[in-house]
């Protein structure tokens, strides 16, 4: 089986590259899709192209409806990877905007410094941080992002949030808040451990509905997260970074501390029910 499962992988690598090239060829009305990665290189979670450019979708539409103005943005995204949402916020940069990506992980900010050619209007930053997860041998001092106050319009995270503890989650909240432009707004994925994911913990014992899949059994988080009351992560994970929920509590005080309001809330259907996306989206404003 091993052997299979390699064999799958190497076939799937080879021909993604001429797929991909083939599929550009066909592209007519898509500017930003041109910059989706090959199949080594997607990463956050997910791999397949379509799910990629999906997930694209779903936030430059988001990213649209959030922010006031539809150019001239600057955009900073925390967890930048290789650049799956500066692919989404790619459109809303023009005209004297910019991109900042952020991430823990070396080698996808020197992906991205070469993947995303286009001079001045994309920067990406290497942030030398300790994360048990992705970046377990890097400084375990918290340190603020070197990014000006008050500079950006738009803060993205897709599911980092996920892998902070509740120290580290309450300080960088507060410093989206710090290099926030005054009612500039934060668009975060996580998981929310609310009333909805508590029905749907009697859905997945209950029955199997419509929206049911066997992986998302595991989506229950059931123990503290370094003995903290409202951060929880799931028994099969090997660090409560790997997958971590934060109930109404939590949520409560990490707008307390940073000082940011919700303003939006978009339920995901990891949740056993339709969603925009799979994780929960919460949208902030200064």
């Not at 090239?21 to 397949?48: A, M």
């Not at 900073?76 to 004297?96: A, H, M, Q, R, V």
């Not at 001092?141 to 980092?160: C, F, R």
């Amino acid at each position: 089986m091993k052997f299979i499962k390699k064999l799958h992988n190497f076939l799937f690598q080879f021909f993604d590259r001429f797929y991909i090239n083939i599929d550009r060829s066909h592209v007519r009305r898509t500017k930003n899709i041109k910059y989706i990665p090959g199949f080594r290189k997607r990463r956050g979670g997910k791999q397949s192209y379509a799910e990629w450019a999906h997930v694209i979708g779903i936030f430059q539409t988001l990213i649209y409806q959030t922010i006031s103005k539809k150019t001239g943005n600057y955009i900073l995204d925390i967890g930048c990877g290789t650049g799956l949402l500066g692919i989404s916020s790619d459109p809303f940069i023009s005209e004297n905007g910019k991109y900042t990506g952020i991430d823990v992980i070396k080698k996808d900010i020197n992906y991205c410094k070469n993947h995303f050619n286009t001079g001045n209007i994309h920067e990406f930053i290497h942030f030398d941080v300790h994360n048990e997860t992705y970046a377990k041998t890097q400084s375990k001092d918290k340190k603020e992002w070197p990014i000006e106050n008050e500079l950006y319009d738009l803060v993205t995270a897709l599911s980092v949030w996920t892998h902070l503890n509740q120290d580290d989650a309450l300080f960088y909240l507060k410093e989206i808040s710090r290099v926030l432009k005054k009612n500039g707004k934060a668009i975060i994925t996580f998981f929310y451990l609310d009333d909805l994911y508590k029905k749907s913990i009697e859905q997945r014992d209950n029955k199997i509905g419509r929206y049911h899949s066997t992986s998302q059994q595991k989506w229950i988080f059931d123990n503290n997260a370094y003995n903290s009351k409202n951060w929880f992560y799931p028994k099969w994970v090997k660090n409560p970074e790997d997958a971590i929920g934060i109930n109404k509590t939590g949520l409560d005080i990490l707008l307390k501390e940073s000082g940011l309001k919700l303003i939006k809330y978009y339920p995901g259907n990891w949740k056993e029910q339709p969603g925009v996306y799979f994780q929960d989206i919460l949208v902030f404003q200064k």
